[in-house]
């Protein structure tokens, strides 16, 4: 008795992606399916290929059609990735950069910023993701705080037009989840908001998409290491002894098993306080060395040190981030912070 095509696509729409709570089939994983008597032969589209997930669902399927069609059945997986399949809506993205901390108001939100425009300074073309639930800044910062992203609509789907500003796209939760509601509302929504932020956004051709995630060590961080292919983080923290422990709590968390997403480094933000009209002067208020010394503990490079000017705050305010004023001293340490990366990811 042949076996069929449909009875096969039945048999593997029992087979769940847990990452993406839904099956193979209706996730539309399943390619090039091809039946040949006893041999059933077909792709599996992952968003990559260095997670568990792809064994545990590639045996989960075998199992379902020899049980369905006798043991004597041949099954053959071939795991592909999304970009490998040119599809996805980050085919076009080459490398996504994960700006992390372990608690907030160490400037994530400003490291992460602040990096997309010098990234973009250096020629790259960039995108700018604010994933933070618990405080999406990135309006602010961008002065886009009265503007939503467009619609469009791409091989029949409707998608969502990030917002263009200094040549960057950007897309913030902030436009989607209402920020007014309790935080135990925003928590359960972040996930699927953040999977529409990547999944159902047109970012089209970029170098970088840079993401602002929210602090902590959540479900956020597992769900972006299990459906994307991240190049890697980058971790802020501010000098003070305190703030190690947290680094430490975040550097682990990218580094379980079940994450793999590469640490590329520290930054180590509000390093010293340099103050406007003395540009030339670096006062260590909470001591020096200390972020070169966390760097050192994780055996992570220290990417950059960015010091405390009055600036950045009043920059963030108005809507232009201080990175794009070539001037100052900031910039500066983050176009090094940029040229690093560019360095390691090529
Ligand atoms: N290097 C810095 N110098 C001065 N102020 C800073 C610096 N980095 C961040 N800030 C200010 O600290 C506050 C918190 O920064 P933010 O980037 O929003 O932190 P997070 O995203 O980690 O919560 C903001 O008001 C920001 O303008
Ligand atoms: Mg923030």
Not at 15 to 33: R, S, T
Not at 254 to 259: A, G, H, I, V
Not at 291 to 297: I, K, L, P, S, V
Request: charge should be negative; hydrophobic fraction near 45%; charged fraction near 20%.
């Amino acid at each position: 008795m042949a076996i069929e095509k449909s009875k096969v696509v039945e048999v593997l729409k029992g087979v769940i992606f847990f990452a993406k709570g839904d099956n193979i089939v209706d996730l539309g994983m399943l390619d090039d399916l091809e039946i040949s008597g006893k041999k059933i032969s077909f792709r599996l589209v992952f968003p990559r290929l260095d997670d568990p997930a792809v064994n545990i669902v590639s045996n989960a399927a075998t199992k379902a059609l020899k049980e369905e069609f006798g043991s004597d059945t041949e099954v053959s997986i071939t795991p592909i990735t999304e970009k490998e399949k040119g599809r996805g809506p980050l085919a076009g993205v080459k490398h996504i950069i994960a700006v992390a901390s372990g608690k907030g108001g160490v400037g994530k939100s400003t490291v992460a910023a602040n990096l997309a425009v010098a990234l973009s300074k250096t020629g790259a073309k960039v995108g700018l993701v604010d994933a933070d639930i618990y405080g999406p800044s990135v309006p602010i910062m961008f002065g886009v705080v009265d503007e939503a992203p467009g619609m469009t609509v791409k091989e029949g789907k409707q998608m969502i037009l990030p917002l263009e500003k200094y040549g960057i796209r950007l897309l913030s939760i902030g436009f989607f989840v209402d920020t007014d509601k309790p935080l135990i509302w925003r928590g359960p929504m972040a996930t699927s908001a953040l999977n529409q932020l990547l999944s159902d956004a047109d970012w089209g051709v970029l170098d970088f998409l840079v993401i602002d995630l929210p602090p902590g060590t959540g479900d956020i961080q597992l769900t972006l290491a299990q459906s994307y292919s991240i190049t890697g983080a980058v971790v802020v923290t501010t000098p003070q002894k305190v703030a190690f422990a947290d680094v430490r709590r975040a550097a682990t968390m990218f580094r379980q098993d079940k994450l793999t997403i590469p640490l590329l480094g520290l930054i180590e933000n509000m390093a010293y306080f340099t103050p406007t009209d003395m540009p030339e002067k670096q006062y260590y208020i909470f001591g020096k060395g200390h972020g070169q010394a966390f760097a050192d503990a994780l055996d992570i490079p220290l990417l950059g040190q960015i010091p405390i000017v009055e600036q950045i705050t009043k920059s963030g305010d108005t809507g232009s981030p201080i990175a794009l004023d070539d001037d100052s001293p900031v910039a500066k340490a983050f176009m090094e912070v940029a040229s690093k990366i560019k360095a390691m990811v090529r």
